[in-house]
């Protein structure tokens, strides 16, 4: 495989199109059961064609990353003027491929690879209104980050509080294609008020979609010995906000109902 497909339904195993046709009682919906913002889902994606993403991602993208570097500011221990009041903003360290901007090289090589058809496919939406059980607009984010040894990103919540179409929550769905040369990296998430969750994010081909906002945050990525100049992990995002209550039918992406969903069905046969 040389480029990605047009459609994201292209890269799923059965598991995978039982749960974009609304045909998974455990994945369908998840999101909307009382106390649960995450879903983490393997074996939704072929191996081989995960393999096969990750070769095109490290081939076409690689040389076009920008740095993205937010460290811990000194005055947050050295302001401080009473003891236990510390307060952290969120922290980052990764690379990440500019897709704001047409002009950029990213932008150019990620369409080049197929990879802002396959983003922007409305099978990669279907799948995450199936999880998140909500209907979602047309119009989503997109993005790629590619975690190296020592990345990571510290404790945040993702709320947006002056944006009146997020504040009240939004879905995001990461699909992640790491290296061999990866030993592990985490996710560790809150739950009852604690980070007491913990999540492995080291795979080919896995993803995971949230309900934000809620506490988390990414452990630094390290790599296996002697192999750190090959450990990378890269992650594709879509960021979803939901639809208006009152909408026009088709205006949105609608999840399906429990059952074989007909539209969902011609997105996933074989042209």
């Known amino acids: ?152 990103t510290g404790p945040h919540n993702d709320h947006h509080p002056e944006d009146p179409e997020a504040f009240d929550g939004y879905v995001d769905m990461h699909l992640t294609f790491a290296t061999p040369a990866v030993a592990h990296q985490w996710l560790v998430y809150s739950k009852g008020g604690h980070f007491s969750e913990m999540q492995g994010v080291n795979t080919v081909g896995g993803l995971t979609v949230y309900r934000l906002p809620f506490w988390h945050y990414t452990t630094p990525l390290m790599a296996k010995p002697g192999a750190g100049q090959d450990a990378r992990r890269w992650v594709l995002l879509g960021t979803f906000l939901d639809a208006p209550r009152e909408r026009r039918r088709g205006s949105a992406i609608e999840p399906p109902p429990l059952g074989m969903s007909p539209a969902v069905t011609r997105l996933t046969r074989p042209e």
């Open 1 to 152: 495989m040389k480029r990605f497909p047009s459609e994201f339904a292209e890269l799923l195993t059965p598991k995978g199109r039982r749960i974009l046709e609304g045909r998974d009682r455990e994945a369908c919906g998840a999101l909307l059961r009382p106390g649960q913002r995450f879903m983490a889902l393997g074996g939704v994606v072929d191996a081989r064609k995960a393999v096969a993403c990750r070769d095109v991602l490290e081939k076409a993208l690689r040389d076009t990353l920008t740095g993205m570097e937010d460290p811990i500011p000194p005055e947050s221990i050295w302001g401080m003027t009473e003891n236990y009041a510390e307060q952290l903003p969120k922290t980052v360290r990764v690379k990440t491929a500019l897709l704001e901007s047409r002009r950029s090289r990213s932008w150019k090589a990620a369409e080049e690879a197929g990879l802002v058809e396959m983003l922007h496919s409305e099978s990669f939406a279907a799948f995450a209104a199936s999880v998140s059980g909500r209907p979602l607009r047309r119009k989503w984010g997109i993005q790629v980050l590619c975690y190296g040894p020592g990345d990571y």
